[in-house]
């Protein structure tokens, strides 16, 4: 296991223990805790799902434009 996936791994683990201590030892509303989870996921999810596809921007290389698949055909005719 490489140290991003353990460093993402334990990350994953505390921020509900976090979470869990802010409302039971800090006595924060569970409905702030809430909030702030959904304020924060949609940013994170976001740089999560475009770092997820410049990874995978030169697999499919069939999944071209119409425009440049009819460019390639009149090149083949020619």
């Known amino acids: 296991m490489n140290r ?4 993402l791994m334990v990350l994953c ?5 976090a979470a869990f201590a802010a409302i039971s ?7 702030t805790v ?3 989870a ?3 996921a ?3 999810m976001h ?3 475009m770092r997820g596809m410049a990874n995978h921007a030169g697999e499919h ?6 425009t440049s698949q009819a460019m390639e055909g009149q090149e083949h005719t020619r």
């Open 4 to 7: 991003k996936h353990a460093l």
């Open 13 to 17: 683990c505390l921020i509900p223990l």
């Open 25 to 31: 030892i800090l006595r924060v509303p569970v409905n």
């Open 34 to 36: 809430i909030y702030a």
């Open 38 to 40: 959904i304020v924060l």
């Open 42 to 44: 949609c940013p994170a």
């Open 47 to 49: 740089l999560l799902m």
């Open 61 to 66: 290389p069939h999944h071209q434009s119409k």
